[in-house]
């Protein structure tokens, strides 16, 4: 039980702290194992602020692999985190709440286990391939959860002996639910197929080695207000999130003079858009940036595509940079942009707003054409007809160093809608307050008064 308690602790401290960089867009999950032979893995030392990658992993399981039973389980469940094993494993206590006794029970009477809380995505994916030739053996067999018959036949003696090697993949079948009490159920039924699973191989008296991981990472558990928990939210990646592709760079060797990056780039002719952004960013991105230039007071950046509405169609971003006397420094600016498609005229909008000093890029998180912000030039029937959308825009074609994005200037005004309403909401109350106010200074009261019960206080004419 003490080695069961300090692997647990171990869990728990490592639950507070975030793996550094890594691999981009890779997820990051948990790995248990453990096996019935002794002394299989001396304690890793494991890498701090990082997770595995697939070489180390690899590097660290083949040893006990090769020296261990020539059984070998894994275990993979749909999703999973350090979180899961925190919140839900009863690690500061309660253990009859906890949602992995099964697993719990496995790991103290193994005579070897091993704990990593961060295995990179790519190493995760590859655990069945690394398995499988660590002990030579054949394809692993895929065993869905709760199939037990097929594992029972699976441990009995074959005309190979005992000694075979076999790789089986159990699938844990229930999914992490919504809310605090979905993903404990889900996760406790889990674990009761993993105990299943291992009492049956137990019952057949037979050595083994078993790993327990995820197909893929998941969200932290999010606790109640009021009810404590994890508090790991705003260090988490999304389980589908992906690291965004470079930006578009020119020129393409060498140090760079512009730089291009947006979330999603449409253009729209006749009602009819197109999406460039696979054709713009990323490893499949077949876009020509023939015919860009750069100098020190203006850039142009044409993208071409060859095929888009059948035709190819070019895309011109213009840059200018000019020295401003009052402020006394160089300033930027976002000039124009124009679509050609074919031989026909191009359609040229000015861009609104779009400068920063020289040292800086601009951004802009939504920039549409014709907008506020990109306005048609004449002849601007040819404007009216295309439409554009770019979001989370991000140009620098001056002060580039490194091949990254300095700092950038934001489109956005100083004053948004909602600022404007409650100004205006404000001022009108204000407005009123001082209105009413005023009227109740000018009111006077009488000086006479006249008593019904009495006789009529007669008033002269001349008052």
């Known amino acids: 039980m003490a080695a069961l308690a300090a692997l647990w602790a171990l869990l728990s401290a490592l639950a507070g702290l975030a793996p550094g960089p890594g691999p981009a867009g890779a997820a990051q999950l948990p790995l248990l194992v453990w096996s019935t032979e002794r002394s299989l893995w001396a304690p890793p030392a494991l890498p701090a602020g990082r997770a595995l990658s697939e070489p180390e992993l690899q590097?660290?399981?083949?040893?006990?692999?090769?020296?261990?039973?020539?059984t070998v389980l894994l275990f993979l469940q749909d999703q999973l985190s350090v979180d899961d094993l925190t919140a839900f494993g009863a690690v500061f206590g309660n253990e009859p709440n906890g949602a992995f006794t099964k697993l719990r029970a496995a790991l103290s009477s193994a005579g070897s286990s091993l704990s990593l809380p961060w295995v990179s995505g790519p190493a995760a994916a590859a655990l069945?391939?690394?398995?499988?030739?660590?002990l030579g053996a054949p394809a692993p067999?895929?065993?869905?959860?709760?199939?037990?018959?097929?594992?029972?036949?699976?441990?009995?003696?074959?005309?190979?002996g005992p000694g075979e090697p076999a790789v089986l993949l159990v699938g844990l079948p229930h999914s992490r639910g919504s809310g605090l009490m979905g993903p404990r159920e889900a996760l406790s039924r889990n674990d009761a197929v993993l105990g299943e699973v291992l009492q049956v191989l137990q019952e057949e008296q037979l050595p083994y080695t078993a790993l327990f991981t995820g197909h893929r990472a998941a969200a932290p558990p999010v606790s109640p207000p009021g009810f404590g928990g994890p508090g790991r939210s705003l260090l988490a990646q999304d389980e589908d999130s992906e690291a965004p592709p470079p930006p578009l760079r020119w020129p393409p060797q060498g140090d760079p003079k512009i730089l291009l990056w947006a979330r999603n780039l449409t253009v729209t002719l006749g009602g009819r858009p197109r999406d460039l952004t696979p054709q713009t960013f990323g490893p499949e991105a077949s876009v020509e940036l023939g015919g860009s230039s750069w100098s020190p007071h203006e850039a142009r950046l044409v993208l071409r595509y060859p095929d888009v509405f059948g035709e190819p169609l070019n895309i011109t971003f213009v840059l200018r940079r000019a020295w401003f006397p009052v402020s006394g420094r160089p300033w930027a600016w976002l000039d124009e942009l124009s679509i050609t498609l074919g031989p026909a005229p191009p359609a040229r909008f000015r861009f609104r707003g779009a400068a920063a000093p020289s040292p800086l890029g601009w951004r802009?998180?939504?920039?549409?054409?014709?907008?506020?912000?990109?306005?048609?030039?004449?002849?601007?029937?040819?404007?009216?007809?295309?439409?554009?959308?770019?979001?989370d825009l991000q140009v620098q074609?001056?002060?580039?160093?490194?091949?990254?994005?300095?700092?950038?200037?934001?489109c956005a005004g100083f004053f948004g809608v909602g600022a404007w309403m409650g100004l205006l909401s404000g001022g009108l109350l204000l407005g009123g307050l001082l209105?009413?106010?005023?009227?109740?200074?000018?009111?006077?009261p009488m000086d006479r008064?006249?008593?019904?019960?009495?006789?009529?206080?007669?008033v002269p004419l001349g008052e």
């Open 59 to 70: 590097q660290l399981l083949e040893p006990g692999l090769r020296r261990g039973p020539r």
């Open 128 to 134: 069945p391939l690394t398995l499988q030739r660590a």
């Open 141 to 160: 067999l895929s065993l869905p959860g709760g199939a037990l018959g097929g594992l029972r036949n699976r441990t009995e003696p074959t005309e190979s």
């Open 364 to 391: 802009c998180g939504d920039l549409g054409g014709p907008g506020p912000l990109l306005l048609p030039l004449p002849p601007p029937e040819r404007g009216h007809q295309w439409g554009i959308r770019i979001r």
């Open 397 to 410: 074609a001056f002060n580039v160093s490194g091949g990254v994005f300095g700092g950038a200037s934001d």
């Open 435 to 444: 209105l009413g106010g005023g009227v109740l200074l000018g009111l006077r």
């Open 449 to 458: 008064f006249d008593d019904p019960r009495g006789p009529p206080l007669p």
